[in-house]
C-alpha cells in the first residue's frame, strides 16, 4: 500500500508565491516518475509538471514560473510556484507512478487560490 499526502497549498495575492510539497511512502521499492495535475471548478484535470530521473515536463501555462524538483531519497516531490496568477487558482493533486508492480497512485489534493 501506497500513501500520497500533498501540503501546502493557501490563499496567495496575484504575483505571490506558494511552494507544494507531496511525499509518497508504503510499500515502495522505487519511483519512476512523480508529478503534480491541477483541476479547476469546472474543467479537467491538466497536467501541470512532471518529473523523472532524468528529465522535466511543463505545461505551456507554467513554464518560466513553475518549477518541480524531486528528493528521491525521501520519494518526495516539491513544485515552487511563483507570479501566480488567479488562472492558476485550482486543486493541486499530486501523482506518482510506481514502475514494479506497475501502478499510479494520487494525493487527495491541496486548494490553491489566487486572489486579491
Known amino acids: 500500500q501506497v500513501q500520497v499526502v500533498e501540503s501546502g497549498g493557501g490563499l496567495v495575492q496575484p504575483g505571490g508565491s506558494l511552494r507544494l510539497s507531496c511525499g509518497a511512502s508504503?510499500?515502495?521499492?522505487?519511483?519512476?516518475?512523480m508529478g503534480w495535475y491541477r483541476q479547476a471548478p469546472g474543467k479537467q484535470r491538466e497536467l501541470v509538471a512532471t518529473?523523472?530521473?532524468?528529465?522535466?515536463t511543463y505545461a505551456d501555462s507554467v513554464k518560466g514560473r513553475f518549477t518541480i524538483s524531486r528528493d528521491g531519497a525521501k520519494h518526495t516531490v516539491y513544485l515552487q510556484m511563483n507570479s501566480l496568477k488567479p488562472e492558476d487558482t485550482a486543486v493541486y493533486y499530486c501523482?506518482?507512478?510506481?514502475?514494479?508492480?506497475?501502478?499510479?497512485?494520487w494525493g487527495q489534493g491541496t486548494q490553491v487560490t489566487v486572489s486579491s
Open positions: 501523482k506518482v507512478v510506481v514502475p514494479i508492480p506497475l501502478a499510479v497512485y
Open positions: 508504503g510499500s515502495i521499492r522505487s519511483i519512476s516518475a
Open positions: 518529473i523523472t530521473t532524468g528529465s522535466t
